[in-house]
């Protein structure tokens, strides 16, 4: 069958006929590259899967502009038209796309080669990872729509549910699930953005349940863990699988998300190859630096990052304290994950303190004394002090820490009060809270708490004396306005019944 035979015998004819139509065309290099398993192993000596794999790879990196050829998208944002006049002369759709129809997306190409089984959509995707000027993001997007193709029930939030309700978690083997995640995991883009959060969750939730390998599931983690900022509440909420009637949450796993978070500050700035100083002419220091401290902050997590982050800590810190299970010490090892500077306000760690505490009545007289450290009262909104000075289940000194720094700073912003002119007393128990806030541990503060309860008259008058001159300062300050103050307004919810401006009522019980 070769030319040594024949002129224009069979090989010849059968590798022209590849040439000019299988591999010049777009769906027929897929459909050929579909056919060569049943082929196998003959179809990869004769390099059929090598050649269809080129020839699809190298496709799918075209300019979109040069596109001519048909291919499958039915995917919304393709076909919607960008203004009223693009819709009044668009042709009606007929489910291929063309270059005449419509404009060609760069990710064209991602519906037809989802269509492969994952031992081809492998060898198809890494030879288009490694094609020049392919977007992470859209390779990211690829790996999405395929993952949600082959496990639909991962883009339903309440697929895990259903799944446990059924008792599926012990009994149903799940060998091509964990296969399909495996490889999916092993082609996840490496630069940062390329997935989002939401997916890369579903993604890891999925792995929990199924029982992928833990270096995959470590990889997950670490890449959730570059991202945590763009994350959800709810898509945090990964349910515990191994023992769903112990925890209501993986709380391990959101553990380690965290710390991953936090180690981008530790990472160490990446450093300039030596050969490339062998091409290019000697930078000066300060551009060196430059390329160091750009270099940090790529690796590290910013101060505004830090701050959703926080947030988001004690929004799943709230939703985690109604668990019966928890444990006092894993709550407080969560709540302390993140430093004290990137919580500007203690209402969401308040609120979830409070739910701890009405879930658990168990905790003893010590332990809510320790979990209430955490708590800075300087930090707390008006609500949330005016909550607090009435809630039963705090200790007695936090409930009065609160009332005590509700006035200093309503004295010290409204009344022109400064830290200097406080009473002594005061400011002891503003150096007292501080330390406790900084350290987070009890040694000595015990006894400087006694000592300023042992001193509580004085206190007392002292605060008495202190509303004289803030009233004072009130009546020269505000003649013509009968408006009342931050202070009394909050004190007078508190003790409906009591004056608070001449001073002969002291605002402590």
Known sequence: MTESAEKGNLVSKVEAFLNSYIFHGWKDSIIAFRSTQSLLPLAEELQLVSRCVNSI???AVVNPAKVDWSFTQTRSKAREPKSISEIAHSPPWNGNQTKQSHPVQIDWWIEDIAELDVNLYVQVF??????????PRVLGEALQFYTFKWLPGLARDNYFDGLLKENKHETANFSKERHLLERIIAMLPPDKGSNSCNFLLKVLKAAIFFGIALPSRKELIRRVGLQLEEASLKDLLIPYFPEPDHYLYDIETMESIVDEFMMQDQS?????????YAYV?????????INIV?????????HGSKLRVSKLIDGYLAEIAIDPQLELSRFMALAKSVPNFTRPLHDGLYRAIDIYLKKHPGVSKGERKKLCRLLDCKKLSMDACMHAAQNERLPLRTVVQV??????????NGGGVTISELPTTLKALMAV?????????SGGLDDKWEEVQQNFEILNRDLANMKIKLSEVEKEHSVASNTPT????FFSKLWPGKTFSDGKKSCCP
């Not at 009332?403 to 010290?412: G, I, N, P, T």
């Not at 809270?433 to 541990?441: F, V």
Request: net charge positive; proline share 5%; aromatic share 4%.
């Open 57 to 59: 790879a190298s496709k």
């Open 126 to 135: 890494l030879k288009i990872k490694a094609k020049d000027g392919i977007q």
């Open 268 to 276: 160490p700035p990446t450093s300039p190859k030596h050969e490339h």
């Open 281 to 289: 002419k000697r930078r000066t220091k300060s551009a060196e630096n």
């Open 294 to 302: 750009e270099s940090r902050r790529s690796n590290s997590a910013t």
């Open 403 to 412: 009332l005590f720094f509700e006035q200093v700073r309503a004295a010290m």
């Open 433 to 441: 809270h501080e330390g406790d806030s900084r350290e987070g541990t």
């Open 486 to 489: 931050k202070s009394k307004k």
